[in-house]
C-alpha cells in the first residue's frame, strides 16, 4: 500500500478548517478575544486618563459622611450618615416604586384588557380610550401632569382634606396615615400569618388535583382569602390586641407624626401604573383572543358562567401568550422608574447618581454601581417572569 493511500484523509470526514464546528469556535474565540481587549482598552484608557487629571478612583468614599438629608428613607438616615447609606436609601425607594408599579399596572392592565372584549359596548368604549389616550402620551408628561397638575396644587397643611375621624390628611406636602406600632405580643400575628399563606398554598395545590381528579370545583380563592384574613384575626384577639397607632398631627406648618405618602411618590406610581397598564392590556387583550374560539362554544355547552369560564378556560391558556410580553411591560416599568428624578422623588438615580455623584466626582465608580442594580432588578425579573412562564407551558402527554 503506497503513502499516498495511507496519509489519505479519512472518507466523510472533513479537513478541521472545513469542519463548521471547528469553524464555528475558532471564530467564536476571536470575538472573545477582540470583546475583552476592547473592554480592557476603555478600562486602561479611561484610569490613564483619570490619573492625568488628578482623579482619584475607588470605592472608599462610601466611608464618607454624605452632609445630605433625603425627604423619604426606609432605612434609617440622616445628614450623619456614608455615602454608602444614600446608595442603599435610593436602592430601596427605586425598587418600593416599582413593586408598586408593577402590582397596580398588572391589576389595571387585567382588568381593562379584558373589559375591551367586553359585550358591554360602554364598558369596552371606556376601555378602548383609555388605552388609546395614555400609551400614546409620552411617560415622562404623564409624570409632570400628575405632580405639577395634581399633587402640588391640592391644599395647604392647614386646608387639608380630612377623612376617618381625622386621622388621613391629604395636602400638596402628600398623604399622612395613621402608623400601626406593634406590641409585645404581635409576634403570635405575624406566625399565624405565615401559617395562613403557607396553609392556603397547600390548599390551593389539593383543590387544583381535586379538580383534575373529579371535575369538581372548588372555592380556593374565597377559601384562601377567609384563611389568610381569619386566621391572623384571631391571633390579634387572642393576645389581647397588641397594636397601637401613631396619629399624624399638624405641628407647625406640616404634619409629624404617623407615615408620609410623598406627592412624588404618588405621582410617579400612578402614572408608572396608568402608563404601562395600557400596554398590559392589549398583551392580555392578544392573549385573550389566541384561544381558540371552539374553547368557549365548549364551555358554554357545558353550562358555565362567563365568569367561571374566563377563570378556568380563557385566562389559563391565554397566560402562556401573555407572560413573555408581560415580562418585557415589566422591565420597562422597573427602568422607566428612573425618570424620578424630573420631580425629585428620592430613587437611586436621584440620590446616588445625581446628589452623590455631584458631592464626589466618582462619576465611574457611580454610574458603574447604578447601572449595576438595574441590571440586576432586570436579571432578577427575567429570572422569575421565565420559571413562570415555564411552569404554565403546555406539556406534552
Known amino acids: 500500500m503506497s503513502d499516498e493511500t495511507s496519509t489519505a484523509t479519512v472518507p466523510g470526514k472533513p479537513a478541521p478548517w472545513n469542519d463548521p464546528k471547528i469553524r464555528a469556535i475558532f471564530f467564536q474565540a476571536i470575538l472573545v478575544f477582540a470583546v475583552v481587549m476592547f473592554g480592557f482598552y476603555l478600562?486602561?484608557?479611561?484610569?490613564?486618563?483619570?490619573?492625568?487629571?488628578?482623579i482619584s478612583t475607588g470605592f472608599a468614599f462610601l466611608e464618607k459622611e454624605a452632609g445630605f438629608g433625603v425627604t423619604q428613607s426606609l432605612i434609617e438616615y440622616d445628614e450623619t450618615y456614608s455615602y454608602g447609606r444614600t446608595f442603599f436609601v435610593g436602592l430601596l425607594n427605586t425598587i418600593l416604586v416599582s413593586v408598586l408599579g408593577i402590582f397596580f399596572a398588572t391589576i389595571l392592565g387585567f382588568v381593562m384588557g379584558v373589559a375591551r372584549l367586553s359585550p358591554n359596548w360602554l364598558l369596552a368604549r371606556i376601555a378602548t380610550a383609555y388605552i388609546e389616550i395614555f400609551r400614546n402620551i409620552p411617560l415622562l408628561l404623564q409624570i409632570f401632569f400628575w405632580y405639577f397638575a395634581v399633587g402640588i396644587n391640592l391644599p395647604r397643611p392647614r386646608q387639608s382634606y380630612e377623612a376617618f375621624g381625622e386621622t388621613v390628611f391629604l395636602n400638596n406636602r402628600g398623604l399622612f396615615i395613621p402608623r400601626p406600632?406593634?406590641?409585645d405580643g404581635f409576634g403570635l400575628v405575624i406566625l399565624a400569618l405565615i401559617l395562613a399563606i403557607v396553609a392556603a398554598f397547600f390548599m390551593v395545590r389539593w383543590a387544583r388535583?381535586?379538580?383534575?381528579?373529579?371535575?369538581?370545583?372548588?372555592?380556593?380563592f374565597w377559601a384562601s382569602l377567609g384563611l389568610i384574613a381569619g386566621l391572623p384575626l384571631l391571633a390579634f384577639v387572642v393576645a389581647g390586641m397588641p397594636l397601637s397607632?401613631?396619629?399624624?398631627?399638624?405641628?407647625?406648618f406640616n404634619f409629624q407624626g404617623g407615615l408620609t405618602v410623598l406627592p412624588e411618590l404618588f405621582a410617579l406610581t400612578l402614572a408608572l401604573t396608568v402608563y404601562t397598564g395600557t400596554f398590559i392590556a392589549e398583551t392580555v387583550r392578544a392573549g385573550i383572543l389566541s384561544v381558540s374560539h371552539g374553547q368557549t362554544e365548549a364551555a358554554r355547552a357545558l353550562g358555565l358562567r362567563e365568569t367561571r369560564m374566563l377563570q378556568l378556560?380563557?385566562?389559563p391558556q391565554a397566560m402562556r401568550?401573555?407572560?413573555?410580553?408581560?415580562?418585557?411591560q415589566y422591565l420597562n416599568l422597573t427602568k422607566n422608574s428612573s425618570l424620578a428624578a424630573a420631580i425629585g422623588y428620592p430613587d437611586l438615580v436621584a440620590v446616588f447618581a445625581g446628589t452623590t455623584l455631584n458631592q464626589t466626582g466618582q462619576a465611574v465608580e457611580i454610574?458603574?454601581?447604578t447601572m449595576g442594580v438595574y441590571l440586576t432588578l432586570s436579571l432578577s425579573i427575567s429570572l422569575f417572569m421565565n420559571w413562570y412562564n415555564a411552569k404554565m407551558a403546555l406539556r406534552e402527554r
Open 313 to 315: 378556560i380563557i385566562i
Open 181 to 183: 406600632i406593634a406590641e
Open 367 to 369: 454610574i458603574a454601581m
Open 245 to 252: 397607632w401613631e396619629n399624624p398631627e399638624l405641628r407647625g
Open 209 to 220: 388535583k381535586r379538580q383534575d381528579a373529579t371535575g369538581q370545583p372548588f372555592p380556593s
Open 321 to 328: 401568550v401573555i407572560i413573555p410580553p408581560l415580562t418585557s
Open 43 to 54: 478600562i486602561n484608557n479611561t484610569l490613564y486618563n483619570m490619573e492625568q487629571r488628578g
